[in-house]
């Protein structure tokens, strides 16, 4: 713990020194490691928080989840820690450019996830803790409800930690437009906000709607297609794999690849 304070405190002194040499907050910044630290370089490819962390993720609502020494913080654009280092890994994607993602630490609708002895929870962009870490697993909330887990079952807390669906899914995914998949007896099916079952499970995997539209998989086909909600397929199934629909596209077949060669990637520099 004393050496990530103290890292903590050289970062800090690294970051207001090179603000201090004239350095103005960039609007939009990108994780890049260089020689085995993290920092972040802008648009055009300068960098703007020198590399010294040792860890470093996508900005969102203003801040970024960073490593220092074992522990996770949040920086923001003006390079202040603004949350310390004090919480746990977890089991976070290390990078996803799917605005749907469920497991995220970036923060959502003014709360981020984040996790303290095994058990996640949530915090405020100051840094408070607004859901104390109880839950097994949980996700990142949107639609002002969150999916988290307690014993071993899904269930659906609002802002407050409180239970507003009864843990009872064996998966369950974000809320969007909506409607959010969760696992009944082995299939997936869509819930409205208050745990309604709309559209019924059939399904082998169920995604997030968004434009619309939901890929769902089955293994009737061993394909993705795309349904509305009322559950109708309107993308009969023909992708092997599929992503969300973005402005009325999908990258559909493609989506695996575009994941890697995102326009806003983490950069490796050796």
């Not at 745990?195 to 434009?211: D, L, M, T």
Request: charged share 20%.
């Amino acid at each position: 713990m004393i050496t990530a304070r103290i890292l903590a405190i050289g970062f800090l002194l690294t970051v207001i020194a090179y603000a201090q040499n004239g350095h103005s907050p960039s609007p939009t910044l990108f994780p890049a490691r260089i020689n085995g630290k993290w920092g972040y370089i802008n648009r055009s490819g300068k960098v703007v928080i020198r590399p010294m962390l040792n860890g470093a993720e996508e900005f969102s609502e203003g801040l970024a989840r960073v490593r220092i020494g074992q522990k996770w913080g949040y920086i923001n654009l003006s390079r202040r820690i603004v949350i310390p280092p004090k919480y746990d890994t977890g089991l976070f994607p290390l990078y996803s450019d799917d605005p749907k993602e469920d497991y995220s630490s970036r923060f959502s609708e003014g709360l981020a996830l984040v996790v303290k002895g095994g058990k996640y929870g949530y915090v405020s962009r100051a840094g408070k803790v607004l859901v104390k870490p109880r839950f097994a697993l949980a996700r990142r909330f949107n639609e002002h409800r969150a999916a988290v887990m307690v014993n071993k079952r899904w269930g659906y807390i609002d802002q407050s930690g409180r239970i507003i669906i009864k843990p009872q899914f064996g998966g369950a995914r974000i809320y969007s437009e909506g409607l959010a998949a969760v696992q009944i007896e082995g299939q997936w099916g869509y819930i409205d906000p208050y745990g309604k079952v709309i559209i019924p499970p059939q399904f082998n995997r169920g995604a997030p709607f968004s434009e619309g539209l939901a890929s769902v998989f089955s293994r009737d086909t061993n394909r993705y297609g795309y349904i509305d909600p009322h559950g109708d397929m309107v993308i009969k199934p023909q992708f092997v794999t599929a992503g969300i629909f973005q402005r009325w596209l999908s990258a559909g077949l493609y989506w695996t690849e575009r994941r890697r060669t995102s326009s806003c990637p983490r950069v490796w520099v050796h």
